[in-house]
């Protein structure tokens, strides 16, 4: 990402610089590519300052820090617009995994034998007494039937992304999975506790402990 620096009556040394643009690019990578940022130190008195702005595509970003270090300052804005912005993904993601109105499928109307009275008299006959001049007329229900509904195989896709490498715990594989943009994480804890970290289908995560 783009950061443009602004320090007012403050000197910020290289290796914060570095830090802060780490943060910002973690931030870009959440929101995306056309996004960009700048970040204003200022002090007054004992009180250290950062103000921190991002602009995305379709979403603006504004976070402040105060503490009495630098880099206190600078840590609690970066969290602070981090969050912000994995707030934004996360709404995107429940709109976009809201189900569609499901079609429903009418059946043809039935066709209903006419009345008795709404037939047509019998033609008369031609005198040879036979009457096979008179032909019946029936009248023929027609039924239809709604077509079965279409069934969609499943695809399976194997990936082994899903499986943490190194042990953690439940606010690392947050984290971890947040960063990885993935919806599936199974990870380990220090102590060999198995545990499935999964998203819901309302952007909510889910942990499933293994017996």
């Known amino acids: 990402m783009e950061v443009e620096f602004t320090a007012r009556q403050v000197k910020v040394p290289k290796a914060l610089r570095d830090f802060a643009q780490e943060g910002m690019d973690r931030i870009g990578r959440i929101l995306g590519r056309s996004a960009n940022g700048s970040i204003v130190f200022s002090t007054q008195r004992h009180l250290q300052t950062v103000e921190l702005t991002i602009k995305a595509r379709l ?19 970066i969290a602070h617009a981090e969050h912000q912005a994995l707030k934004f993904r996360d ?3 429940v709109i976009k995994r809201m189900p569609k109105e499901e079609k429903v499928m009418t059946a043809l109307p039935v066709a209903r034998p006419k009345a008795r009275a709404s ?9 040879n007494g ?82």
Request: charged share 30%; hydrophobic share 40%.
């Open 59 to 77: 979403q603006k970003i504004a976070a402040t820090g105060k503490a009495t270090t630098v880099e206190s300052a600078l840590r609690e804005a």
């Open 91 to 93: 709404r995107k993601l």
């Open 119 to 127: 037939q047509p008299p019998p033609e008369p006959s031609n005198g």
């Open 130 to 211: 036979n009457g096979a001049g008179n032909k019946a007329r029936a009248a023929i229900a027609v039924h239809s039937f709604p077509a079965k509904a279409a069934v969609v195989e499943p695809h399976v896709i194997r990936s082994g992304e899903a499986f943490a490498a190194r042990p953690m715990t439940i606010e690392e594989a947050v984290k971890d999975a947040e960063f990885r943009d993935r919806d599936l994480l199974i990870f380990r804890t220090a102590a060999g506790e198995m545990f499935v970290l999964h998203r819901r289908r309302d952007g909510q995560m889910e942990l499933v402990e293994l017996p």
